[in-house]
């Protein structure tokens, strides 16, 4: 996989899309995006995306049809255009009997929808007044939805669903740039299975009226805002299989998950520590008398914070009060004085819906960021570039006045936190499996891209907001890491160079319209440096106050 995913124009009419692989994307009339994606969904027992390939595509004037197959289905995605209607169709069949927790059309809209009033039609033909939600909505704001209606840019646009009940979701709690409509609705049982031969038909019918309002200037002048200082920068321990090369630290510490139901959680604590920095430790599974040992084997090592999650039970990936009390008790056991924090071991998404749970007494908060969780495309990862100062502001309000720290920040899930199955664990007491991660899928090919630095520096500025203490990123090395398991670097490994010589400088951050062009001007005692970073695909010329700066596509640059 490369970084660009180029994809292929449609048009009929009024109505334009882009094809990318087996997803409708920004599927506009008259060039206004009505609807961020119409897209056909196979998840497994473990909400895993079980990726469709387009088998044959058939092109008319007026209609679009995708041949789809994988995961044990088959069949077609059809679209239809006629004047200010378009219609997706879905109709596909098992070929075996599958099990899924999910197979059906989801709508994702764009979030620039935020705030707009929202007529919701229920199955029984009853009319629900709402609105979308403006800041991220921790629980679904709309249930058994058959229709929708709502003002876009001057459009009225509505929608009806057909072939199951469906619901929506915030799905910027997972720093995606949308709100979701989908079926089949989570308080039903899943798993579910499938038998052979069984025939799943639902259909998306789309209409928007009028004519849109002109968008908004599109000229590239970037305003920067005061946002505190920039954030301390620490990078993941290495979870892959040993042996490890030579370390080259970079930033003030390593975030490092140390699972206590696995055999090898010593072994990783010992390699995190060769770096010499200080360690941001996290149990995993921690009960009360696994906490007495893990207590034990932080004497003598260098600790800047540490936190535990239960690991099992509904709130599992939640720091919750009773097991933040068994932490600080087994460290008072062991005379150990250190910050404890807490918060959410996965996405901001839990630490939205259940910050209650944590106790009144945290020295921080912190929730990792995962930005490939429900698509594995480029455009979903530059996408949450856009989302991201969204969940630092609202990240920091829930914090209510303590530190806020980010980590790990990983292109794919560095845990399965919906899986239904146990975390595997290494079978050895030593690393020569890996751990954590490494046993996953959780690599990606865009770690080594050049861009991957561009994004990165883009995340930080974003990320940035007074509040948020600091940003852990990736593995120290790795398939998942700053450097190859030879310990050659990737690009991203200088980017992260940068940032962690300016971390604690005061700081000013703006972006480009679209998100994509971000920019940071950072006061040090030797004068201001601006970093930019450009996630296009072509060449960005933007203006920073009088200054014009011309950013490499996919690229980023240091100003001096």
Known sequence: MTW??????????????????????????DGTVVLRSVRLV????????????????????????????????????????DGDRLEVVADVRADDEIETNRLG?????????????????????????????????????????AGLAWEHRGLAVSMTLEGD????????????ASFKTYSRPLELPFPYRLAAGTRVRQTVSLRAAGRAGLAAATEDEIVLQPAGVVPAIGIGAATAPGPAPAPTPIGSFVHVELDLASPAW????????????????????????????????????????????????????????????????????EGLDLPVVGGARTHFTELNRRHGLLPDD???????????FHSRATAQLVESLGILPLIARQAVELSRGVPVHVGPVTLRPHVDAVATTPEPVPSEPDLRD???????????????????????????????????????????????????????????????????????????????????????????????????????????????????IIVPAGGWLLRE
């Open 4 to 29: 660009a995913e180029p994809g292929q124009a449609w048009t009929s009419g009024r109505w334009t899309l882009e094809l990318r692989g087996d997803e409708l994307a920004d599927i506009s009339l």
């Open 266 to 333: 010593r072994a990783a604590l010992d390699r995190a520590t060769a770096s010499g920095l200080p360690l941001d430790v996290r149990f995993v599974r921690a009960s009360a008398p696994g906490l007495f040992e893990a207590a034990r084997a932080l004497r003598g090592v260098r600790v800047r914070t540490v936190g535990a999650f239960a690991g099992d039970g509904p709130e599992k990936h939640v720091s919750d009060a009773t097991t933040v009390a068994a932490l600080r008790e087994a460290l008072r056991e």
């Open 434 to 548: 890996g751990y954590g991660p490494a046993l996953l899928d959780a690599t990606d090919p865009r770690q080594s891209a050049p861009e991957l630095a561009a994004w990165t520096i883009a995340s930080l500025a974003a990320l940035t907001t007074p509040g948020i203490a600091s940003v852990a990123f990736f593995e120290e090395w790795g398939p998942r890491g700053i450097r190859s398991s030879s310990g050659e670097p990737y690009p991203v490994a200088e980017a992260l160079g940068v940032l962690a010589g300016l971390a604690g400088a005061p700081v000013e951050v703006g972006s480009s319209a679209d998100s994509r062009v971000w920019v940071m001007t950072v006061t040090t005692p030797g004068g201001r440096v601006t970093l930019a970073a450009n996630l296009d695909g072509t060449a960005r010329e933007v203006r920073v106050r009088t200054d014009r």
């Open 165 to 176: 009940v469906f619901e929506m979701e915030d799905q910027r709690n997972w720093t995606d």
């Open 42 to 81: 196979l998840r497994d027992r473990d909400w895993g995306t079980v990726d469709l390939g387009v088998e044959r595509r058939e092109v008319a004037s007026s209609a679009l049809t995708l041949h789809v197959g994988g995961g044990g289905i088959e069949g077609t995605v059809a679209v239809h255009a």
């Open 105 to 145: 059309l989801a709508v994702l809209h764009p979030p620039t929808v935020a705030g707009a009033e929202l007529a919701v039609t229920h199955a029984d033909g009853a009319v629900e007044r709402t609105r979308f939600p403006r800041t991220i909505s921790p629980h679904q704001p709309a249930f058994d939805i």
């Open 362 to 372: 945290l020295d921080g908060v912190g929730f990792a960021v995962t930005p490939l």
